[in-house]
């Protein structure tokens, strides 16, 4: 009985090791999990990361290149350091997402569960959810029947960051926005809030209320 137990936990073990993901790594090139599949960690240096519909996997990366979560897809963080990240309708991130120059997009059912945050470029939200606040410098901000818990911050530039010290970021809280937390201004920012938006407390900038779609 002992040696057909010890049998079957080694056959399970076997088959667990088989059933693990492996992880996807290029230079040079894209790095690509089709629909519905599943991967470990996909990176990619000098290319760009696509994450099919419905497809799982752990964390997806790159350095010099967008990052793009299909329909329905779902990952524990996604980073980039210079690039886009687009997160398709219904995609799913457990923990962060990241990038240093590049736009972030949310489509509507997009869920993320930690801070989304980017130092450069647009952030747009529409109609998703960011469990773990919004951090930025110079980012302009649509953010459109979207829930943010955790707030918003945009840092004053530091020494060595590239600042776009000609005009102030455009901050756009939009028609049935949620803003739970404190949004903190460091610099000084252009802020319009919808008056069918429902926001916390303002430190470091002065709201302008707006009706209809758009300021």
Same mark, same amino acid.
């Given at each position: 009985?002992?040696?057909?137990?010890?049998?079957?936990? !080694?056959?399970?073990?076997?088959?667990?090791?088989?059933?693990?993901?492996?992880?996807?790594?290029?230079? $040079?090139? =894209?790095?690509?999990?089709?629909?519905?599949?599943?991967?470990?960690?996909?990176?990619?240096? @000098?290319? =760009?990361?696509?994450?099919?519909?419905?497809?799982?996997? *752990?964390?997806?990366?790159?350095? @010099?290149?967008?990052?793009?979560?299909?329909?329905?897809?779902?990952?524990?963080?996604?980073?980039?350091?210079?690039?886009?990240?687009?997160?398709?309708? $219904?995609?799913?991130?457990?923990?962060?997402?990241?990038?240093? $120059?590049?736009?972030?997009?949310?489509?509507?059912?997009?869920?993320?569960?930690?801070?989304?945050? @980017? !130092?450069?470029?647009?952030?747009?939200?529409?109609?998703?959810?960011?469990?773990?606040?919004?951090? =930025? !410098?110079?980012?302009?901000?649509?953010? @459109? $029947?979207?829930?943010?818990?955790?707030?918003?911050?945009?840092?004053?530039?530091?020494?060595?960051?590239?600042?776009?010290?000609?005009?102030?970021?455009?901050?756009?809280?939009?028609?049935?926005?949620?803003?739970?937390?404190?949004?903190?201004? *460091?610099?000084?920012?252009?802020?319009?809030?919808?008056?069918?938006?429902?926001?916390?407390?303002? *430190?470091?900038?002065?709201?302008?209320?707006? =009706?209809?779609?758009?300021?």
């Amino acid at each position: 009985m002992r040696r057909t137990l010890m049998s079957l936990l !080694v056959a399970l073990a076997v088959s667990g090791a088989a059933l693990a993901a492996d992880d996807i790594s290029k230079v $040079n090139g =894209s790095a690509t999990v089709e629909a519905g599949g599943k991967a470990g960690d996909v990176h990619s240096v @000098n290319g =760009s990361v696509r994450i099919g519909d419905r497809a799982v996997v *752990e964390k997806a990366g790159t350095v @010099n290149g967008a990052v793009e979560l299909g329909e329905s897809a779902a990952a524990s963080d996604v980073k980039t350091v210079n690039g886009t990240i687009t997160l398709h309708r $219904n995609a799913r991130v457990a923990d962060e997402v990241e990038t240093v $120059n590049g736009r972030i997009s949310l489509d509507s059912g997009a869920d993320v569960r930690g801070k989304l945050s @980017n !130092v450069n470029g647009s952030i747009e939200l529409d109609g998703a959810h960011v469990g773990g606040g919004i951090e =930025s !410098v110079n980012a302009d901000m649509d953010i @459109n $029947n979207s829930k943010i818990e955790g707030g918003i911050l945009v840092k004053k530039p530091r020494m060595g960051w590239h600042a776009s010290n000609d005009r102030n970021p455009k901050i756009v809280i939009g028609p049935h926005s949620v803003v739970q937390g404190t949004m903190t201004f *460091e610099r000084e920012v252009d802020l319009y809030v919808s008056d069918s938006a429902t926001v916390g407390k303002i *430190e470091g900038a002065t709201a302008k209320k707006f =009706s209809g779609s758009a300021p």
